[in-house]
């Protein structure tokens, strides 16, 4: 239980939802549009997508910790470490987190090629570029996450929302659907937001150790402003999507979810310490489970009542 404990934290299993909502989403649009639903392809799905998440986040700590980002944000006493901290403090070896890492990526892998073998070669294009977003993102020599271009963003959005969302689509109807597409967009963005918003509490060791994320490049002012600006594309696309009949006019309910974290935005003044972004990074994280089950929920009652 130690052991199962020890991985959870080091793999931030805590935030698997964010990438579970997105393969839920896939497969119901199958289901409430098509009226096809494959339950094992759904798990498999699951299963591969769950462990390319937790391996996407592994990466991205063994890749940071060899940057050096960990090491800045353990020592500057202004930041707050998002990851788990068990490379710099020697709770695990490299070697060891090394292993766990890639050990997750063969399951992803292994997923992925039976859904290839079942519905063709989109699922591996699908997870393929996942797979390779969730590496450069932070590994040389690449590392876009590093370039503060929006590159690092613009690869969540895809890895969060569109990706999965019509990777999970597919794999049920073997088809490419342009609603698939629009569905991945509130979910897609608002994961984007979580991940924007959690440069806050670590800008000035990401600055100290290299790492241009928009934060860095553009400073608090400016970067609280696209934050509020990704809120309101997230809620702008889901209007778009009840607007088309991607999902259900009733999913408007789920509008009610930016309440609290428009309040969070309130409190935030031009430049705040660190630890004043823990509310508004909490807020992310809720709204975007909020809203994502408010939108599971709605397309399944979609798909049994229509």
């Known amino acids: 239980m130690d052991k199962l404990k020890l991985f959870m934290k080091a793999s931030r299993f805590q935030v698997i939802p964010v990438m579970m909502i997105p393969i839920i989403l896939g497969a119901l649009g199958a289901y409430a549009w098509k009226g096809i639903f494959h339950p094992l392809l759904f798990v498999i799905t699951l299963i591969g997508a769950g462990a390319a998440h937790l391996f996407s986040n592994m990466i991205n700590d063994l890749w940071d910790y060899r940057n050096g980002v960990d090491v800045a944000a353990a020592i500057n006493s202004g930041t707050i470490s998002t990851n788990s901290g068990f490379l710099a403090n020697g709770t695990l070896s490299e070697k060891t987190f090394a292993f766990l890492t890639w050990s997750l990526f063969s399951v992803a892998l292994i997923c992925g090629l039976v859904l290839g073998l079942y ?23 690449l590392k876009f996450g590093y370039r503060g271009k929006g590159y690092s963003e613009l690869a969540i959005l895809l890895s969060f929302g569109i990706l999965p969302i019509m990777g999970s689509y597919f794999v049920q109807t073997m088809e490419l659907d342009y609603r698939a597409l629009l569905l991945s967009l509130p979910i897609g963005l608002l994961t984007t937001l979580i991940l924007f918003n959690h440069h806050f509490l670590h800008w000035q060791s990401d600055k100290q150790a290299g790492k241009h994320t928009l934060v860095v490049v553009w400073g608090e002012q400016r970067a609280i402003q696209f934050s509020r600006f990704l809120l309101f594309l997230a809620f702008l696309s889901l209007l778009v999507c009840v607007i088309f009949n991607v999902l259900p006019y009733y999913s408007l309910i789920a509008l009610v979810t930016v309440i609290p974290i428009y309040k969070v935005y309130g409190m935030l003044k031009s430049e705040n310490p660190s630890v004043a972004y823990l509310p508004l990074m909490g807020a992310s994280l809720r709204v975007t489970v909020r809203c994502g089950s408010i939108m599971i929920l709605t397309l399944l009652a979609h798909g049994i009542f229509q």
Do not use: E, Q, T
């Not at 294009?125 to 590994?139: D, N, T």
């Open 119 to 141: 519905a063709g070669w989109w699922v591996l294009i699908f997870g393929g570029l996942g797979g390779l977003i969730a590496y450069f993102y932070v590994a040389p020599p």
